[in-house]
């Protein structure tokens, strides 16, 4: 981090650029909320319009300060913004927090305004918090440099807000949840601090437990990455909710990786591959914020049981639990006969646990939670509750479920969650002070709560990737497609056979050796399609038709390639049998080496899906990815064919997405499609390859 974020988050001293006596004011506000919050630094309104406001002295410049301040809130027009931050540096501040927009946010004069801004930042080492942007509040250092009119009852706790919009960093700070917050930090335009450099502050506080992040973008995934992993090193958890699922952003390949890879999936990988939880809404963000927050780790079990007094209810959390993708145990037998005597004879009990039987009884219920606690498949009990604000409905079932918890927590190592399966009644308050003692969490709503119990749960550790230094490359566009493909079978990628036949004689004759059914294809590196231009001959079965097919690619060829000196025509023995795959890597330039899994050949026109990973990935992973496809069932065995070389195919996954990412610097993207898993014990091969040099 280049920059010095204490001074800018925790300052002992703050100067307000643009103080005025005017109501309503940015810069009123701003001192106006630092009384209100108790700030016990010393604040320096700067306005050469005034000699003091509201009894205080006001000053001219920087130059006339008594001492330099550690912080500055800039509250004037974004025009003059740039030369106060070129005062403010020479003078040795070394943050600010610039609240005006019209910057970035404007169009093309505001962009370039918003490079000055930074260039005059980044000259005297500043860190600045916007443009276009409310503040932040430091909660633990009664700090708060933010704009808003109004605070909000503030309790500090242990959770980090960090948001690119003001306006969900406002409804956060409400923490209706009463979480108790930390810090809130708007971002703005991020024309000098991101929210990596944020996140990197943040985790590093000790009262810091859990980072909630409202993000549009990322502008450096490269230190989001690096501050993740220390996050996760911390032992400290961070749940994103990132907006704007479009097409956009996608490196310029051609070929299907690039399709598939859309901007969307890529943060969904990059937030897998760093341990990141991503939430669907603010509600599924805070509630795995409280619950991050309770348990920063998840269970080694991983499984969940949940517990109900309604049937009705029971179903939904079945329903809603298979929707955001809970995995629920399966009782053991001896589960299944424990809990018998305390269930009606006609009573098949199941998970989720419909524990009302024939009313609701405590005693019982013991027997019950005994019973559950016992079972060895899960990590995790969750009791779903109607328990609203005020003792209404089920509060004191809601109370006897904490109080036998509570009671025999020594008894077993299962983690205990209460939520109340309906929002707007909120939590019930006599049962939060029971559990909130013990470290249980209390969450709200059922979809939200089962969603951030998945977030928690199924989301494995970030791990650091260190691989052996790769061989250095040969120039890539002076090598001929044999040569391609050369190279990626000496990586480790399986090829099939594959010879260049300069006339159609040869072409029949390296048929013949080859054996048929062949293929023969012709390529050029201008056009990686080849089948939608007619380039690829199938199933040829005589040395005439090897010698027809040659002409017809040869005049094809001649229209198409002109002008590519490399353009050949290949024969390929023809692989008939196996599961059609599409393996790809896009290295992109921010996230860096994306790997990407999929039906191939035709099918990836009709099924359009594929697993998305940052590279380099392992087999664990490459083995995850094939099952998140169709391809998993196909290779497994269906309707008579197969089973297939599923070790193969994830070697494949393998090799090629580390020769990929080893290749970062030279390759944009590099494809099979279709990589053809053979049958179980005869290995994998590619067919065809896309490769696109940087």
Not at 344 to 366: H, I, T, Y
Not at 516 to 523: A, D, E, N, W
Not at 555 to 574: C, E, K, N, T, Y
């Amino acid at each position: 981090m280049p920059f010095d974020l204490e001074k800018l988050l925790s300052p002992k001293s703050v100067a307000i650029v643009g103080a005025s006596p005017r109501k309503g004011a940015a810069a009123t506000r701003i001192m106006s909320n630092l009384k209100a919050l108790g700030f016990g630094g010393q604040v320096y309104p700067i306005n050469p319009r005034y000699d003091e406001i509201e009894g205080e002295r006001c000053y001219k410049c920087f130059g006339e300060l008594p001492a330099t301040p550690d912080a500055a809130f800039i509250a004037i027009a974004a025009e003059s913004t740039v030369a106060v931050i070129e005062e403010a540096g020479r003078s040795g501040v070394r943050a600010a927090i610039v609240n005006a927009s019209g910057f970035a946010d404007s169009g093309p004069d505001g962009e370039a305004l918003q490079r000055r801004l930074a260039d005059a930042a980044r000259a005297s080492g500043m860190a600045v918090c916007g443009p276009n942007n409310m503040g932040f509040i430091n909660l633990h250092d009664r700090i708060c440099m933010w704009t808003a009119g109004r605070l909000p009852r503030l309790k500090a706790g242990p959770a980090a807000v960090i948001s690119q919009s003001g306006s969900v960093a406002i409804a956060i700070s409400q923490d209706t949840r009463d979480i108790g917050l930390a810090y809130v930090i708007t971002a703005g335009n991020e024309a000098v601090c991101t929210a990596a450099d944020y996140l990197c502050a943040v985790i590093r506080d000790d009262r810091v437990r859990v980072v909630m992040m409202f993000l549009e973008t990322i502008r450096d995934p490269h230190a989001f990455a690096d501050a993740a992993l220390e996050a996760a090193e911390r032992g400290k958890g961070i749940v994103v909710l990132k907006v704007g699922r479009t097409e956009g952003g996608r490196a310029a390949v051609s070929a299907h990786t690039g399709a598939l890879s859309g901007e969307d999936e890529v943060y969904d990988a990059f937030f897998r591959c760093y341990g990141i939880r991503r939430a669907g809404d603010i509600d599924e963000m805070v509630e795995t914020a409280i619950l991050l927050s309770a348990y920063p780790r998840p269970p080694r079990t991983r499984r969940s049981i949940v517990v109900t007094v309604s049937g009705g209810e029971a179903a939904l959390v079945n329903d809603i639990g298979a929707d955001v993708g809970l995995d629920f145990a399966e009782l053991a037998p001896a589960t299944l006969a424990a809990l018998k005597p305390a269930f009606p004879s006609f009573s098949r009990p199941r998970n989720p646990v419909d524990a009302w039987g024939l009313g609701w009884d405590a005693e019982r219920f013991k027997q019950i939670f005994a019973a559950l606690a016992s079972e060895p498949s899960a990590g995790v009990i969750a009791f779903a509750v109607d328990a609203p604000r005020g003792n209404g409905a089920d509060g004191h079932v809601a109370t006897d479920m904490a109080n036998i918890c509570i009671e025999a927590a020594l008894t077993h190592d299962k983690r205990i969650v209460f939520l109340n399966n309906a929002a707007p009644g909120d939590v019930n308050e006599d049962v939060r002070r029971m559990l909130e003692p013990h470290g249980i969490p209390y969450l709200l709503g059922m979809r939200p709560s089962l969603a951030a119990m998945a977030n928690w749960l199924n989301l494995a550790p970030p791990a650091r990737t260190v691989l052996a230094e790769a061989a250095p490359l040969p120039p890539l566009r002076e090598l001929d497609e044999i040569g391609r493909i050369s190279l990626l079978s000496s990586a480790g990628v399986p090829f099939v056979r594959c010879a260049v036949a300069r006339d159609a004689d040869e072409a029949a004759r390296i048929a013949e050796t080859f054996g048929f059914p062949v293929v023969l294809k012709g390529v050029s590196a201008n056009l990686p399609h080849k089948t939608e231009l007619g380039l690829v001959k199938l199933g040829i079965a005589d040395a005439r038709g090897a010698r027809s097919a040659y002409e017809e690619l040869r005049s094809v060829l001649l229209r198409q390639a002109a002008g590519d000196p490399r353009a050949a025509i290949f024969v390929q023995p023809m692989i008939e049998d196996g599961v059609q795959l599409l393996l790809g890597v896009r290295n992109d330039p921010q996230f860096g080496s994306i790997t990407v899994v999929g039906l191939g050949g035709t099918l990836v026109e009709m099924m359009k899906e594929a697993s998305l990973r940052i590279g380099p990935v392992d087999a664990a992973a490459a083995a995850e990815m094939l099952d998140e496809t169709e391809a998993a069932a196909l290779i497994a065995g269906a309707r008579g064919r197969g089973p297939f070389d599923r070790e193969a195919a994830i070697a494949a996954i393998v090799a090629l997405s580390r020769f990929a990412h080893a290749a970062q610097a030279l390759i944009a993207a590099v494809e099979i499609n279709p990589l053809i898993v053979r049958r179980k014990g005869q290995g994998a091969v590619g067919v065809d390859l896309v490769l696109e040099p940087i």
